[in-house]
């Protein structure tokens, strides 16, 4: 699949060195000399991963971190400082980075942290488009299919929930196999999972 590594830092030689490092590798990059200018893009729905300098003039490698993940636009950070400190590292792996490196940072020990985040990225783009998928289903349910999912994953048999809906137990069976073919799930156990992704809670009444 597609991919795509967005460096930021405002030392051109560094942000130079490294678009040419990843180039070496085969590995499409592209290079902005501020946090403002790289916040302006829009970032691709492919596998993208960010070359991060956490300090530079303007807004530093937390703030940029917050605004994605306040648009929606979470993809794994490499932070690279030229003033790493243990505390600093830790703050930003507790933040949510990939990793924290130091310059000058070694070629090969650069390339893995850059293919690990897009393996990171690969693995979460899977989920976004399982969730959208599974969400697409679920609004396809009636408001009557969504009441006996949301009592099936609370654990309830058919005849519990017949009885929670006032409703007869062939009908419940028929109700339930439309939600396990509009959700296309083959065993109770999948719909369960599809539905904590989702996090639709149970409505376990009794």
Do not use: W
């Amino acid at each position: 699949m597609e991919s795509t590594v967005f460096v930021v830092d405002d030392d051109e030689m560094v942000r130079t060195a490294l678009l040419r490092l990843l180039a070496s590798a085969s590995i499409n990059a592209r290079g902005f000399a501020s946090a403002e200018a790289f916040l302006q893009e829009t970032l691709p729905r492919t596998l993208c991963c960010l070359l991060l300098d956490m300090k530079m003039p303007g807004s530093d490698g937390f703030e940029v971190m917050r605004r994605l993940e306040q648009r929606g636009d979470a993809i794994p950070i490499i932070f690279i400082s030229g003033y790493g400190t243990i505390p600093t590292t830790v703050l930003a792996m507790k933040a949510g980075a990939h990793e924290f490196l130091t310059k000058p940072i070694e070629d090969e020990r650069l390339l893995s942290a850059v293919e690990d985040a897009l393996a990171i990225a690969g693995r979460q783009l899977h989920t976004r488009t399982e969730n959208a998928a599974s969400t697409s289903r679920l609004e396809t349910l009636t408001p009557r299919e969504r009441e006996v999912l949301e009592l099936a994953i609370g654990g309830l048999l058919n005849k519990q929930i017949a009885t929670e809906l006032g409703i007869s137990e062939i009908t419940v069976k028929v109700h339930k196999r439309r939600v396990m073919d509009k959700m296309q799930t083959k065993t109770l156990a999948d719909l369960v999972r599809t539905a904590e992704r989702l996090h639709i809670h149970s409505a376990r009444h009794r």
